[in-house]
């Protein structure tokens, strides 16, 4: 029996099933597939068969004659109401229907609304393009040759296909110190193109009502607030007249984030019949066109003294970003929060240029839980490391041992300006290494290779940076990233919070409620946690980049105080006493010295809703707000060790082995921070050995369906071993850091890590993800084995 199961909810932090399980174990989630209005009609996008070709024409009358079929919408209608092309949430622009060109395979071209999904899918077919086909663009690293063809010829002035160059740390200095460096070590990287994937797909359901111009939109949102206010600001609408809902969401790992052209075709549908239409899209439609992520082609450097002391880094990335720069990343941060590549170690020097290219592929380049690019970093950092320990042949957990920061060098401002707020690295990593049993595992993998036996022990040690942001520097959209929370207690001493953020399964209506608790002392079970409606929440920029609970969980733990210095006046009231004279303890008041006189919370709360005479300036109920601006980011971190064995036959990889030791500061719920790195550790394995979106040098997409793009399921992966340290955030009222994302950056590194260790014997010293059998085996080829 677990404590939770002995114990019930516990009141504030520690674990507890999830509140919203009740529903979803039972099948009454809501979902947008979900929605049924009456009279609702269903859209369906037709798509481009070609990466890059111009529009000669389109011909719908075939699909308006169609009997179920009410409206077909083009590029060209949309044209006329100025709504065929949307800003993108990087101030780039996006077709919402194709009018001059398609720039990438399943680029949306028209949509079709009917009486139902099959008709209108039906009707699809019957819509006649004629396109001219251009060459396009499929390798980022081709794409700015002086003969790439453009893509974005729609931009006035534009001659090629560079989106941006961004750099940050110091050049200068960072070759001075790789010139004095006793040891350089280079390497071409490449994180490929993978898809976040989630369990559902996107959609949306739009309901203009004609007589109240109320716009009412259903959608797979990671962000309502920011998608209304983008609508209104693109639309015309006022923004009162529109109310975005966010329902149960089934995974959004990033993918959720942009407002897709489906979305917008739905709202005009909605206008265009004066009926309600849902739009879904299928799997393959999903995969092909909805939000990547990754695409990083990294040259990396890495310094050291030869005793092994890492001096600096350096990185030249191209970035491919598809045919429309659809990232969501602070505006300020063209590749996201990448330059925390310095990693884990005291660096003297570090320096990152990123040029981001257009290519004739699907636009995006979200964060799928890597937190805006720090997955990239990540592997960036911890590949240069494992290929330094080669070169000095030295152990590589010893080289990260020896180099990781100190907890005394708290706070930390790294050579590209983060300042890391809290941290005790070498404490995590030598837990990670003892529940691995390191020196074991060493010990075996020599009496293996001496049998001629392929296993390999990764190490990944990631410092994240998490919780965007603060508002002086960190926008999207121009829209600041505070978050704001309410939470009111009813005059029976249960409570409502209401929250800016958006789950998508992370559990924050478990997890928020816990953090109210904790502050006020009503049970969990007694706090109703609401989100994903704008008209019922307060304004804030979404989930994504495991944001929640380091903005909008410190939004909450703020409002929560307040209320708990409201309810000490109303307390002192009640008492006759000054509230000078109070202290709290677990959901009471009482006066110091005397600890029989007190008043509860809910005595608090009924009373405050009474007759009781307040003091001067006391309006009475109780409830506060908050609209919280962190200070800074939070810096999660963790030590990773994987062990593998490689089939030598097949270069088939089986994961024997992974532990994770996370450090999220304070943990509201270690059963939902565990649930979330066991989601993550998975996702990790799949990005290393299974995942890539690939195309033809046409610019075909492989990976249209789940036979192609491979998910990892519980054949591929171990049982999870974790561990945790606590080192509390100083600046987060309640000290915690945000775990959601911590185990998708720190495990793809652990484990290509792994892999290439056990091919040692090969000399193999680096092969780019994923290390499918075929990519290990063609690895190990022409090389002789070395036991
Ligand atoms: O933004 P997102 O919810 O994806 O990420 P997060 O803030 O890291 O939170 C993921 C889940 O873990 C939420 O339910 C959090 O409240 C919970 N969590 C926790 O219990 N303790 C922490 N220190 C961090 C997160």
Not at 99 to 125: H, N, P, S
Request: aromatic share 6%; glycine share 10%; net charge negative.
């Amino acid at each position: 029996m677990t404590a939770v199961e002995e114990h019930g909810a516990p009141m504030g932090f520690g674990p507890m099933h999830r509140k919203e399980d009740a529903r979803f174990i039972r099948g009454r989630g809501t979902y947008i597939d979900d929605v049924q209005l009456p009279g609702m009609l269903h859209g369906a996008v037709l798509r481009s068969p070609l990466a890059h070709a111009r529009i000669v024409s389109i011909d719908t009358r075939a699909a308006e004659a169609h009997p179920k079929v009410r409206a077909v919408i083009t590029g060209q209608t949309l044209d006329g109401l100025g709504l065929a092309w949307m800003p993108t949430l990087s101030y780039d622009t996006q077709a919402v229907l194709a009018t001059d060109k398609v720039r990438f395979q399943g680029q949306e071209v028209a949509f079709v609304i009917a009486e139902d999904r099959y008709a209108a899918r039906d009707a699809l077919a019957l819509i006649d393009v004629e396109y001219e086909p251009l060459p396009a663009v499929v390798d980022a690293l081709k794409a700015l040759d002086p003969d790439a063809p453009v893509i974005r010829d729609d931009k006035d002035g534009k001659s090629d296909n560079r989106i941006f160059d961004w750099e940050s740390g110091d050049k200068a200095r960072t070759d001075e110190v790789f010139a004095q460096a006793d040891v350089v070590v280079e390497q071409d990287l490449l994180y490929p193109r993978v898809h976040p994937a989630p369990l559902e797909t996107c959609g949306a359901v739009a309901d203009m009502n004609p007589a109240t111009g109320k716009l009412t939109v259903w959608e797979t949102s990671q962000a309502p607030h920011a998608h209304r206010t983008v609508y209104a600001m693109v639309a015309g609408l006022p923004e009162q007249k529109i109310r975005v809902i966010s329902p149960d969401i089934g995974g959004g790992f990033g993918n959720k984030v942009p407002i897709y052209p489906g979305y917008v075709c739905a709202v005009v549908g909605s206008i265009v019949t004066g009926k309600p239409v849902k739009w879904v899209e299928d799997r393959a439609e999903n995969l092909m066109s909805t939000s990547f992520a990754r695409d990083y082609h990294m040259r990396g450097g890495i310094a050291s003294t030869k005793d092994g002391k890492i001096l600096g880094v350096r990185v030249e990335v191209i970035a491919d970003h598809g045919a429309f720069n659809g990232t969501a990343q602070p505006t300020k941060f063209p590749a996201g929060f990448f330059h925390v590549f310095t990693g884990s170690y005291d660096l003297r020097a570090a320096h990152c240029h990123v040029t981001g290219v257009y290519t004739n592929k699907a636009p995006g380049g979200v964060a799928y839980a890597c937190s805006f690019r720090v997955t990239e970093a990540v592997y960036l950092v911890e590949r240069m490391v494992d290929l330094l320990a080669r070169e000095l042949d030295v152990d590589p957990g010893e080289l990260r041992m020896k180099n990781l920061l100190r907890p005394e060098q708290f706070p930390y401002t790294c050579a590209t300006g983060w300042e890391y707020d809290s941290g005790d690295y070498p404490a995590a990593l030598q837990l990670a290494m003892d529940i691995a049993g390191y020196p074991e595992l060493r010990a075996e993998q020599q009496r293996r290779r001496e049998r001629g036996e392929l296993m390999g022990i990764g190490i990944s040690f990631f410092t994240e940076a998490v919780g965007a942001g603060p508002r002086k520097h960190m926008d999207i959209l121009g829209l600041g990233m505070a978050d704001g929370a309410e939470v009111r207690v009813h005059p029976t001493g249960k409570a409502v919070v209401r929250i800016s953020v958006q789950t998508q399964g992370q559990g924050h209506e478990t997890t928020f409620a816990q953090i109210v608790s904790d502050q006020l002392g009503i049970s969990p079970d007694d706090i109703e946690v609401v989100h994903g409606d704008t008209d019922q929440t307060p304004f804030g920029l979404g989930t994504y980049g495991s944001r929640s609970t380091p903005v909008s969980g410190a939004a909450v733990a703020v409002a929560a105080q307040r209320v708990r210095e409201r309810a000490k006046v109303v307390a002192s009231a009640m008492l006759e006493v000054s509230p000078d004279d109070l202290e709290w303890e677990s959901g009471r008041w009482f006066v110091r010295g005397d600890p029989e006189a007190g008043r509860t919370i809910g005595e608090i709360a009924l009373a405050a809703h009474s007759t009781l005479e307040l003091p001067e300036g006391v309006e009475g109920h109780l409830d506060a707000s908050c609209v919280y601006n962190p200070p800074n980011l939070t810096f999660p971190f963790g030590a990773y060790i994987c062990v593998v064995d490689v089939d030598g036959e097949t270069g088939k990889v089986a994961v024997r082995r992974l532990v994770a030791v996370d450090d999220c500061g304070v943990r509201i719920n270690p059963m939902i921070v565990e649930g979330q790195v066991h989601g993550g550790l998975a996702e990790g394995v799949g990005m290393a050995l299974m995942q890539v979106m690939a195309f033809d040098e046409e610019g075909n997409n492989l990976g249209g369906s789940f036979m192609d793009y491979l998910l990892p399921t519980s054949v591929e992966c171990p049982s999870w071993e974790l561990g945790a340290t606590v080192t509390p955030s100083p600046h987060h009222p309640i000290g915690a850091k945000g775990v959601g994302e911590s185990a998708t950056v720190g495990s793809p590194a652990a484990v290509v890590n792994a892999v290439l260790d056990a091919l040692k014997p090969y000399g193999v010293r680096h092969a780019d993800m994923p290390l499918t059998p075929a990519a290990v085996w063609r690895a190990m080829q022409g090389r002789p084995l070395r036991t």
